[in-house]
């Protein structure tokens, strides 16, 4: 019995694993680019929410310094990834710090530097905010965010500054590399969050005064979580710079991490098949939600409420209605698992069986 | 001579597990701990007794280190603890249950047990997330571990259950099995029969006595129930307000006057 499902579960996680993989074959060659798009950037908002839910949701840390994160990592492949011949052209004001200026780097080397420097920035970021509690966290690391964002504005030689940098090879544009990355990212997660170390992180988050009573080092463990999460979050970053071709400060504001947020509490804090659902529904959910940002005639009478801006408006509620009704999200703790699935359909037909039996009865 | 002397006080002192001298807890002018001198024995059970915010929780957490102490010293087996960070202190041999539980709530049981395991792990972040042969040998042992542990305290038919979804007085098992998983040389309880009936504050009164032998502990419980107190204590302590007001065997708590006026005469003073 055991062995069956167990054999079972293998097969579906193959047969998904061929889908999902003929899926991307058929997206990236026959799709229009503009779909390819948006694809890529729910593969890239998946890893963001999944770096996101492992220190809020499964560690309880409450931070909001992700789209600092990002901005490392992005603008570390922006500047390493830059064709050595484009550079003088690009950093016209002031021209690149002689230190980097002849360093060049391919896509992957970067994308892994990115995250390094992310997780580093993390760990000098954590090492004295994570020994404070709850809501301390979530200024400070808001803070960072910003602090990122100036730098980024005002290191000129290096981001040069407020004109952004622009024509990144567009390595990330190509499904086999976006998705490719997350689901590596979304393996390794699931990994960590199975194994000893993931339960001690969802300790914490239960009960901290428990936790260390059972012997965690409360602070190790939250900083090891804070930079995995970081690290994570600058390979997405890097490849969010290679997609969208060109990075510059204004696309860091902290309001981008209201983004993850909503994907994390939507899916589910703590949920790793919960973020990525939720990161496909959000991502493509903005992207419609355009719409209403475009003047709308109907009937010869224009609807004055539809003016830019006005798509944040429905995101926002759209947000309040998950939090008052949904508070925990469309998974909440639970996965989503082969076990779960079939027992649902299962409850399904047993449900339906009776059902028909009365039917054949009146018959 | 001296040589001779030394040796027996060494030999003395190494029956000592836990020792607190001067231990005071001072909260802005109220003074909830003063100057506690506790001495712990290997393989007894000693008991902390005393009314209502006497201090005896405050007592618990100075020994496990959620607290530094105002002034004083706690020694285990010799060595100075105090001040030390609560995991610290739970890695070399100290772990408790708390008095409002404080299970994980949201984890399975056997989540719940296998979680007081980990800091025994020696594999990093990286072998234990790729699966490293070193970490999954160390999963397997934990695991392995846990089980019978939950088999010996019988939970394993409820291993897979969430831990809030149990009744309260398995609740209440589960937090000292997670206590034992931890490998503690020393266990402190901290009301363990809070909220039982009769008949189940005798089975506890039963299972920790087992508990104590089977798995050669040192047992320092904070208690309400007399009658399970009198019956597993070798030695139990009185606080009130504070002040250590007695210290011996059962016999000698109940012929205390002090003890006896602090439990009946004050409190019958103080409603009048």
Known sequence: ?363 | MTPDNKSINETIDKNIVLRTENMTMQFGGVVAVDNLHLTIREHQIVALIGPNGAGKTTAFNMITGVYTPSSGKIFLHGEDITGMSPDKITRKGVARTFQNIRLFKDLSVFDNIIIAKHFSMHSNIFSATLRLPGAVRAEKKMREESEELLERMGLADVKDAVASSLPYGQQRHLEIARALATKPELLLLDEPAAGMNPQETEDLTASIKQIQQDFNLTVFLIEHHMDLVMEISDRIYVLDFGQTIGKGTPAEIQNNPRVVEAYLGVDDDAEN
């Open chain 1, 1 to 363: 019995m055991m062995n069956n499902t167990k054999k079972r579960n293998i097969i579906c996680t193959a047969i998904l694993a061929v889908i999902v993989l003929a899926l991307i074959y058929f997206a990236n060659n026959y799709l229009d680019a503009y779909i390819v798009r948006i694809l890529n950037l729910c593969a890239i908002y998946t890893i963001i929410g999944l770096s996101m839910n492992l220190i809020n949701g499964f560690t309880g840390l409450f931070s909001l310094g992700q789209a600092g994160f990002m901005a490392i990592g992005a603008y570390t492949v922006a500047i390493f990834t830059l064709p050595l011949d484009m550079r003088s052209t690009i950093f016209y004001m002031e021209p690149m710090n002689p230190a980097i200026a002849g360093i060049h780097l391919s896509f992957v080397p970067a994308l892994l530097l990115g995250g390094v420097i992310a997780g580093f920035a993390a760990f000098l970021i954590g090492a004295p905010v994570l020994r404070l509690r709850g809501d301390y966290l979530a200024i400070a690391t808001l803070g960072f965010s910003e602090i990122i964002r100036i730098l980024l504005t005002n290191l000129q030689s290096i981001t040069n500054g407020a004109l952004g940098i622009n024509k990144i090879p567009d390595n990330a544009n190509n499904m086999w590399w976006s998705f490719g990355v997350a689901i590596v990212i979304l393996i390794l997660t699931a990994l960590l969050i199975n194994s000893s170390y993931g339960r001690a992180f969802k300790a914490i988050r239960e009960d901290d005064i428990a936790a260390e009573a059972m012997g965690i080092n409360l602070f190790k463990h939250k900083v090891m979580s804070f930079v995995v999460g970081g690290f994570f979050a600058g390979v997405g970053g890097g490849l969010y710079a290679s997609l969208l071709g060109t990075v510059d400060p204004k696309q860091f504001y902290f309001t981008l991490t209201y983004n993850f947020l909503l994907i994390i509490v939507l899916g589910g804090m703590g949920s790793i098949s919960g973020t990525v659902i939720a990161s496909f529904i959000v991502t493509c959910g903005l992207e419609l939600l355009r719409t209403f940002d475009e003047p709308l005639t109907v009937a010869g009478y224009e609807i004055s409420l539809f003016r830019p801006g006005f798509s944040m408006v429905i995101f926002s509620l759209l947000l309040m209605i998950i939090v008052l009704f949904y508070s925990k999200g469309l998974m909440g703790r639970t996965e989503l698992t082969w076990d779960r699935i079939f027992n649902f359909f299962g409850k399904m037909k047993s449900k339906k069986a009776p059902k028909s039996t009365e039917g054949g009865s009146t018959k």
